[in-house]
């Protein structure tokens, strides 16, 4: 078990987890995705890859009465979540390619993954190798896709938060019955290019494609000091708990 963790806090001290000084540390990204997931009291929610339940736990303390789930490969951060969450949070230590049996007879309302970002044949291996593992591609992108599909409810959701660039790959990969697309670029700063998109699809939906006008994270055209710089919007999600809709 890691024994050198930090207490960090999330949504203005609200969630509070563990996490390993050295190595992945969740940061912005898992909230962001946490606040998009529309969820309701009485729902399920099944997180894949989820560390040390930065989105599950964010989730659950926005909306009250859900049921979480993680699956998380790496025993140790598994370990975090579940310590992390109190008991709010059932963390299951797998394999995405190989799920537990009782785990691939249920559906959940939605399934929401912020899978590893980078190819590891694209570029270099990290030296830290619990952060190579959450950062690097290990498991191809199809298949954090085709298990989200498998495990979502009839009519229920997936969501995922990824590089703008895997746009195209996650499209291909999204079954046929996997429809009402919706994508939201995420934007650095006004006039950037989006480096970060959240998607998300519908198991059986019928509606349009739709792509939204971005998400700016910071104000101004760049950065011109030390110090906070995020949009109010994006406070108001990071440090208040607020929902993203879109």
């Known amino acids: 078990m890691m024994d050198d963790l930090t207490r960090d806090a999330f949504l203005g001290g609200l969630v509070q987890l ?5 190595g992945y540390r969740a940061g912005v990204d898992p909230v962001l995705l946490a606040a ?4 309701q009291a009485g729902q399920s929610v099944l997180d894949l890859g989820c560390g040390v339940g930065a989105a599950a736990l964010c989730l659950g303390a926005r ?11 790496q025993a140790e951060y598994a370990q975090l979540a579940a310590r992390n969450g109190g008991g709010r949070l059932e963390v299951v230590v797998a394999d ?3 799920l537990p049996a009782d785990l691939r007879e249920r559906q959940f ?5 912020n899978p590893p970002y980078f190819d590891r044949k694209a570029g270099l291996s990290g030296q830290n190798a619990a952060r190579e593992a959450a950062l690097g591609e290990a498991t191809p992108l199809a298949v954090w896709i085709k298990v989200a599909a498998k495990r979502v409810k009839p009519k ?10 895997r746009i195209p790959q996650i499209l291909e990969a999204l079954p046929d ?3 009402s697309i919706e994508i939201l670029p995420i934007s650095p ?7 970060l998109v959240i998607l998300r699809a519908r198991k059986n939906g019928r509606a349009a494609f739709k792509l939204h006008a971005p998400l700016i994270l910071h104000e101004g055209a760049r950065h011109l000091r030390d110090g906070d710089s995020y949009a109010p919007r994006i406070k108001a999600i990071l440090r208040d708990g607020t929902a993203l809709d879109f």
Do not use: K
Request: a negative charge.
């Open 18 to 22: 563990l996490q390993p000084r050295v």
């Open 36 to 39: 998009s997931v529309p969820a």
């Open 63 to 73: 909306i009250a009465g859900l049921s979480l789930t993680g699956v998380e490969m």
């Open 96 to 98: 995405l390619n190989d």
């Open 109 to 113: 309302d939605h399934v929401m993954a």
């Open 156 to 165: 229920g959701q997936v969501h995922f938060i990824h590089r703008a660039e």
């Open 177 to 179: 019955h996997m429809g």
């Open 189 to 195: 700063r006004i006039g950037r290019a989006a480096e």
